[in-house]
Nanobody
Framework: QVQLVESGGGVVQVGGSLSLSCAAS????????MGWYRQAPGKQRELVAS???????NYADSVKGRFAISRDNAKNTVYLQMNSLRPEDTAVYYC???????????????WGQGTQVTVSS
């Protein structure tokens, strides 16, 4: 079992910055991806950014150049630095971890409890 504990988030004005962090604990296999998703009211949950165990990074087009994902492997923690925030970035942000024992094996997915990010104009 894996537990994900998120911190950060809050209310910020347009153009401001916020950072999120997510600490993972439990059984995490060497093959894994950590990332952030978000869900705005009335919309589907969408990927914001992800980073694999070997450091490959993926961003949603809407956040490229504004958000930066990073990780501390020693702490099993992933971070999301959000700059130049826009009202459309307002959402509940969820930490996600996917892990599997071997390349051909099934993925196990876990979610954090979510943290609200509100960008006010």
């Amino acid at each position: 079992q894996v537990q994900l504990v998120e911190s950060g988030g809050g209310v910020v004005q347009v153009g401001g910055s916020l950072s999120l962090s997510c600490a993972a604990s439990g059984i995490i296999f060497s093959i894994h991806t950590m990332g952030w998703y978000r869900q705005a009211p009335g919309k589907q949950r969408e990927l914001v950014a992800s980073i694999t165990n070997d450091g490959s990074i993926n961003y949603a087009d809407s956040v490229k150049g504004r958000f930066a994902i990073s990780r501390d492997n020693a702490k099993n923690t992933v971070y999301l630095q959000m700059n130049s925030l826009r009202p459309e970035d307002t959402a509940v942000y969820y930490c996600n971890l996917r892990t599997r024992r071997v390349v051909s094996g099934p993925w196990y997915a876990y979610w954090g409890q979510g943290t609200q990010v509100t960008v006010s104009s």
